[in-house]
C-alpha cells in the first residue's frame, strides 16, 4: 500500500508540473500573439497617421482661407490637395486590404481605427463613391510620388477620369458652402483620429481645430450623428467642432 501511494504521489506532483508548464507555454504563447500584434498595428498605424497629418494640415491651410487658391490663375494647391487625398484613400486601402485588419479588434488601438475607417467609408462621410475611392487609393498606392501621379493624371485619360470627381469636390469647395462643409466635416474626423490613436503626437503634430469655420448644421451632424453614434471613443468631440 506505502509503495502504491508514493506511485499515485508522484504521479501527481508531475502531472502538475506538466499541467503548469503547459499553462506557462500557452500564456507565453497568447502573450507572443499580442506583443506581435501590437507592433503590426504600430507599423501599420506609422504612415497612414503620417498621410493623416499631412492631409489635415493642408485641409486646415486652406480651410483658414475659404480654400480660395493664393493665386486664382495656379491650381498647384488644389493638385496638392487632390493628391494628398488619394494618399489617404491609398492608406486607408491597405489597411482594410491587409490579413491584420481582421486581427485588429483584438487590440484597443486597433478597435478605435477600424471604428474611424468605417465612419469614413461610410455614406454620410465619403466625399465620392466608394468605388472612385478606392480606384484613386489603388491609383495612388501605384504612383506614390506627386511628380509621377500627375503626370498621369495629365497623360492618361483613364487616370483623369478617376480623379476627377474628387478634384471636382475640392475645386468647388472654394465656391459652393455645401460642398466646403463636407470636406471640412471629413477633416474634423481626421483630426480626431489622430488625436485617438496618436494622443501623445509621437508621429502626428497636435494641431489646433477650424477656426470658425463649421456652419451651426455641420456642427450637429457632428455631434449629434457623428461622434454619437459611430465615434463614441471621442471623449471630448467639443473640442473639433466647437461650443
Known amino acids: 500500500m506505502a509503495i502504491w501511494d508514493y506511485f499515485v504521489g508522484a504521479m501527481g506532483g508531475g502531472f502538475v508540473v506538466k499541467l503548469l508548464e503547459f499553462l506557462a507555454g500557452l500564456w507565453r504563447e497568447r502573450t507572443g500573439r499580442q506583443q506581435a500584434l501590437e507592433k503590426s498595428v504600430d507599423q501599420q498605424l506609422d504612415y497612414f497617421l503620417k498621410c493623416s497629418d499631412d492631409l489635415y ?15 486664382p490663375d495656379d491650381r498647384r494647391e488644389i493638385t496638392a490637395l487632390v493628391f494628398l487625398f488619394a494618399t489617404f484613400w491609398a492608406q486607408m486601402e491597405v489597411l482594410r486590404d491587409t490579413a491584420l485588419y481582421v486581427e485588429l479588434s483584438k487590440d484597443q488601438r486597433g478597435r478605435d481605427l477600424k471604428q474611424f475607417l468605417n465612419t469614413l467609408y461610410s455614406g454620410q462621410m465619403r466625399l465620392v463613391t466608394r468605388m472612385t475611392q478606392r480606384a484613386i487609393g489603388e ?63 509621437y508621429v502626428t503634430k497636435e494641431l489646433p481645430p477650424y477656426a470658425n469655420k463649421l456652419s451651426r448644421q455641420s456642427k450637429r451632424d457632428l455631434h449629434y450623428r457623428t461622434f454619437r453614434n459611430y465615434l463614441q471613443s471621442v471623449k471630448a468631440p467639443e473640442k473639433y467642432i466647437g461650443e
Not at 494640415?57 to 493665386?71: E, Y
Not at 477620369?161 to 468647388?172: I, T
Not at 469647395?173 to 494622443?199: C, F, N, S, W
Request: one cysteine or more; proline letters at 4%.
Open 57 to 71: 494640415s493642408k485641409l486646415r491651410a486652406m480651410a483658414q482661407k475659404d480654400f480660395k487658391a493664393t493665386n
Open 139 to 201: 491609383l495612388a498606392q501605384e504612383c506614390p510620388r506627386y511628380i509621377d501621379i500627375t503626370r498621369r493624371y495629365a497623360e492618361e485619360t483613364n487616370v483623369r477620369n478617376w480623379m476627377l470627381p474628387l478634384r471636382e469636390v475640392v475645386e468647388s469647395a472654394e465656391g459652393d458652402k455645401r460642398a466646403r462643409q463636407r470636406v471640412l466635416r471629413y477633416g474634423v474626423v481626421i483630426h480626431a483620429m489622430m488625436d485617438t490613436l496618436d494622443p501623445k503626437h
